[in-house]
């Protein structure tokens, strides 16, 4: 399994831009199997390709809608469009926060 360098550096800015790269290759929208793909109150999960790595990422978006919104991005490694669909019906937005223990990159901002 190719996994993408981003899972592997320290540097958070140079994470960053690694991740800016990233080409979408399918949209998963907001629901799955009975729950959401996202946290808070609005957002959606989709599959990427990194161009840098060949490899493959599930992508989570959150928005948190407030005086000031908040916006999240989840990253997970992901073998296959076959796994990233497992992860949509297995994990709603907070499980595969919290519960999904392979690896993930989270982004606030
Ligand atoms: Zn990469």
């Not at 592997?8 to 979408?24: A, C, G, S, V, W």
């Not at 989570?60 to 296959?80: C, G, M, P, R, T």
């Not at 469009?81 to 937005?93: C, F, K, S, T, V």
Request: glycine letters at 4%; a negative charge.
């Amino acid at each position: 399994m190719h996994i993408c360098k981003a899972f592997e550096m320290k540097d958070p800015n140079e994470q960053y831009h690694h991740l800016t790269r990233l080409i979408k290759l399918e949209e998963f929208g907001d629901y799955c199997n009975g729950h959401y793909l996202h946290t808070w109150n609005d957002g959606h999960r989709y599959l990427c390709k990194c161009p840098a790595c060949k490899a493959l990422l599930l992508v989570q978006v959150s928005e948190f809608h407030a005086y000031e919104d908040a916006y999240y991005k989840d990253f997970f490694a992901v073998a296959s469009r076959e796994e990233a669909i497992a992860l949509n019906e297995q994990y709603d937005g907070w499980q595969i926060e919290r519960e999904y223990t392979g690896r993930k990159i989270h982004q606030t901002f």
